[in-house]
């Protein structure tokens, strides 16, 4: 079955710094996608970024960016110049190609000013 | 379409009860899943719909939880006798399986059994 591990169930990083969430996932699968999920608190999931499994190109969206190791099955998250408004948990996602998602455990980011 | 819309967002209930939350996806997704989520993890699949059939039911479901999606577009997920331990929220989500494949979700369903 596959399973997706986030080994930091917290951290923090000062305001304008870089942090980086891990992620590992468990897969046979060869064709899938990886997602990173916001939740801030007491408000919806909204998608952060995605990145396809075929594709060797690592993801960016603004300050957002991922390093994907296919080989490694490691899926990270770099938040670059943080902001206050990063302040959130964040999840890790896995789904197979026309299959459910399947989430970790959350790492919640905290922002200090 | 102004996205996933869950209803009721608040649900208080006594242990026993039955209670039903209805789920809205955007409208042209096909797909709708269901997931549960207790305060400080992550979501917890369900089940999940393509179109109005049921695709996966999770194992760890009891068979107090049913879930339907009649003519493939709103969802709905009823919990039989409640318990204290089925406090929790309750999210839908929907995603089409053209273009992106990511889902988009609602703003959930906050279950309290007393």
């Known amino acids: 079955a596959q399973t997706v591990t986030q080994s930091q169930p917290e951290m923090s990083v000062q305001e304008a710094e870089t942090v980086t969430l891990s992620c590992t996932y468990d897969t046979s699968e060869s064709d899938y996608y990886l997602f990173w999920y916001k939740q801030p608190p007491s408000r919806q999931m909204i998608l952060v970024i995605r990145q396809e499994a075929y594709k060797q190109q690592n993801a960016t969206e603004n300050r957002f960016s991922v390093n994907f190791q296919k080989a490694a099955k490691s899926f990270s998250l770099k938040i670059s110049d943080s902001q206050l408004g990063d302040a959130a948990m964040y999840f890790c996602a896995y789904r197979r190609s026309g299959d459910k998602i399947i989430f970790g455990k959350g790492t919640r980011l905290h922002i200090l000013p | 379409d102004t996205g996933v819309s869950q209803n009721p967002r608040h649900k208080i209930t006594k242990r026993g009860q039955n209670v039903t939350f209805r789920c809205d996806p955007i409208s042209e997704h096909n797909r709708l899943y269901w997931y549960r989520q207790t305060l400080g993890q992550g979501p917890e699949f369900l089940t999940y719909?393509?179109?109005?059939?049921?695709?996966?039911k999770s194992r760890l479901l009891s068979d107090r939880f049913s879930a339907e999606r009649p003519k493939g577009s709103f969802s709905t997920l009823e919990i039989q006798r409640t318990e204290q331990g089925d406090s929790a929220m309750y999210l839908c989500?929907?995603?089409?399986?053209?273009?992106?494949?990511?889902?988009?979700f609602g703003q959930g369903t906050r279950l309290t059994v007393v």
């Open positions: 989500a929907s995603s089409s399986d053209r273009g992106p494949t990511e889902a988009f």
């Open positions: 719909f393509q179109n109005e059939a049921q695709l996966e």
